[in-house]
Nanobody, 125 residues
Framework: QVQLVESGGGLVQAGGSLRLSCAASGRTFSSYAMGWFRQAPGKEREFVAAIAIVWGGGSPYYADSVKGRFTISRDNYKNTVYLQMNSLKPEDTAVYYC????????????????WGQGTQVTVSS
């Protein structure tokens, strides 16, 4: 089993920044991917960003809606992934989830095997 704990959510004004963290513990894998997803009220869960957790590698990729504003990064020693969110917009308001995929990078939620409990991000206009 893998446990994921997100933190760093909160309330911020439009144009502001937040950094989310996702700490992983439990079973480890030689390589996997970690992703961030978000879900707004009444909407489906959508992909935000993902990065491969492979020593010496791992090019991240992003949803078009956050490209240039959000940055995903990792600290392999801490088993932690971060999502730096800049230039936040009201439409970024959602519960943000991190997840682990044993099958590699993917934008599809059903490719992810483990999920955190989520952290709320609210962007006011």
């Amino acid at each position: 089993q893998v446990q994921l704990v997100e933190s760093g959510g909160g309330l911020v004004q439009a144009g502001g920044s937040l950094r989310l963290s996702c700490a992983a513990s439990g079973r480890t894998f030689s390589s996997y991917a970690m992703g961030w997803f978000r879900q707004a009220p009444g909407k489906e869960r959508e992909f935000v960003a993902a990065i491969a957790i492979v020593w010496g590698g791992g090019s991240p990729y992003y949803a078009d809606s956050v490209k240039g504003r959000f940055t995903i990064s990792r600290d392999n020693y801490k088993n932690t992934v971060y999502l730096q969110m800049n230039s936040l917009k009201p439409e970024d308001t959602a519960v943000y989830y991190c997840a682990v995929s044993q099958g590699g990078l993917s934008h599809a939620p059903d490719r992810y095997d483990y999920w955190g409990q989520g952290t709320q991000v609210t962007v006011s206009s």
